[in-house]
């Protein structure tokens, strides 16, 4: 079993870097991986309530992580009333750094991958300006 990554976001965001995390590893992610969108037309209390099935859906026993784009915005707002559902843990700023970490690491447990996530994302923010 391992863990399993559920993105929501703003649009198709999570539906696009999913999609470009699989091309870029020429293969099938090797996570159980869904996406959710939020648009502004989004009913609030529908999404939390696809937001658990998802959860549910995906859920191999060893929990899920789900990545939401922007803290504090309608997705990250969702997300953090999902506690109830046992072992799961929310990360905001999804990144396509932070998301192709936790594909380099598919046999950590939930609080593992978490932290390989947090530090692909901020590990991926550089600058590249040459030194003035």
Known sequence: MAV???????GNL???L?????????APLPLVCRALAVTETSNTDEL???ARKLCTEI??????????DIFGSTPSNICNQLDALGEV????????PMLIRTMNYPNLDLDKLA????SGAHDGIVDCSPKR
Request: hydrophobic letters at 45%.
């Open 4 to 10: 399993s990554i559920l993105t929501v976001t703003h």
């Open 14 to 16: 999570g539906h696009e």
């Open 18 to 26: 999913l999609g470009t995390a699989e091309s870029m590893l020429d």
């Open 48 to 50: 939390l309530s696809a």
């Open 59 to 68: 859920d191999q026993g060893d929990g899920v992580l789900i990545l939401t």
């Open 89 to 96: 843990r929310v990360l905001a700023g999804l990144s396509l």
């Open 115 to 118: 932290e390989k996530a947090l």
